[in-house]
């Protein structure tokens, strides 16, 4: 869990912007800290806010899309974790958060009870957070709820350093930047992620030397 | 918002999320292909990456917030030159602040 303390702030406050945001739309606060605890995905759960008065199906669609990036974060746990079993993976996929798996990669936690306990740490942090926001957003400085994807970016930007450990690595870490950069002037971020990994991964197997 | 109608919301949300951690997880066995071993091996540093940048862009915000590349260029320079996670960290979001109080 200690390796999830410098995260908290960005995952408090990424929270607070959603509490903040939902009440906003007309959600109760009941309503907002209920989504956020069982849901559990701060971005999915930001995308059904604009979509509340759609059909489930829309609804359910949406939050596919927002998710697919976790696709490569539950594939690349089977290189992180060999030697865990299937189920056992697929329970901790379950609790991925994109914090998560940067310090799953970055190499900070490389045990199943490890990466547990990072959820551990994170879930309440996001449902207060939430609760926060729901209950104070009047209260709450507009700056505040506004940068915190700004920290939670620092936060990345650090931990994929330290998941570089090669040049393959690093050559396939900076194709990834560049691809998803270029991904996203055609295609939203949540669609241009899951690509340019995908395709910066394949180049990176690809190339001998 | 009835009740019934934000529970309904909230369980179709949670599906599209598990389905997108779960799916590939349970596709994948325990005894990996060397060549799929070798990809997946590369896949965190990508995926790290390009998560940077869309959270560097901004969820859904469609433009480049240069305040935040600033603090992520530094917090990113620091931690390769040296190799210290935490100082890397605290001396971007020192960035972030400095920005926020100076330029609103």
Redesign the interface.
């Known amino acids: 869990m200690a390796a999830t303390l410098p995260i908290l702030p960005g995952i408090l406050a990424w929270g607070a912007a959603f509490g903040a945001a939902a009440v906003a739309v007309g959600l109760r606060p009941a309503g907002a800290v209920t989504m956020s605890a069982v849901a559990w995905s701060g971005t999915a759960q930001a995308a059904a806010l604009s979509l509340l008065s759609q059909p489930p199906g829309a609804i359910f669609l949406s939050s596919v899309l927002v998710s697919l990036r976790f696709v490569p974060m539950g594939l690349a746990l089977a290189g992180l974790l060999p030697s865990t079993g299937r189920w056992r993976r697929v329970l901790l996929a379950c609790c991925l958060a994109d914090a998560t798996f940067a310090i799953v990669a970055a190499g900070r936690v490389r045990t199943p009870a490890a990466i547990f306990g990072t959820w551990l740490a994170q879930y309440p942090a996001w449902v207060a957070g939430t609760a926060l926001g729901a209950l104070g957003a009047p209260l709450l400085p507009a700056r505040l709820l506004g940068a915190s994807e700004g920290l939670v970016a620092v936060i990345f930007a650090v931990l994929v350093v330290e998941a570089c450990t090669d040049r393959r690595q690093a050559g396939v870490a900076a194709l990834g930047a560049a691809g998803a950069a270029t991904a996203m002037l055609a295609l939203p971020g949540t669609l241009a992620l899951p690509i340019a990994a995908v395709l910066a991964s394949a180049v990176g197997m690809a190339v001998r030397r | ?1 009835s ?1 019934a ?22 596709l ?3 005894r ?1 292909d060397p ?1 799929l ?24 915000s469609g433009r480049l ?1 240069w ?2 590349l600033a ?3 530094v ?2 320079a620091l ?2 030159a040296t ?1 210290h ?2 100082l ?2 605290l001396s ?2 020192a960035v ?1 602040a400095a920005e ?1 109080l100076l330029l ?1």
């Open positions: 918002m009740t109608h934000l529970l309904v919301v909230t369980a179709t949300v949670a599906a599209g999320v598990l389905l997108c951690k779960a799916l590939p997880a349970a994948l066995g325990a990996l060549r071993a070798r990809f997946l091996g590369l896949l965190p540093a990508a995926t790290l990456a390009a998560l940077v940048v869309v959270s560097t862009a901004g969820a859904g917030r305040e935040v603090a992520v260029v917090a990113a931690a390769a190799r996670g935490l890397a960290m971007g979001w972030l926020l609103g």
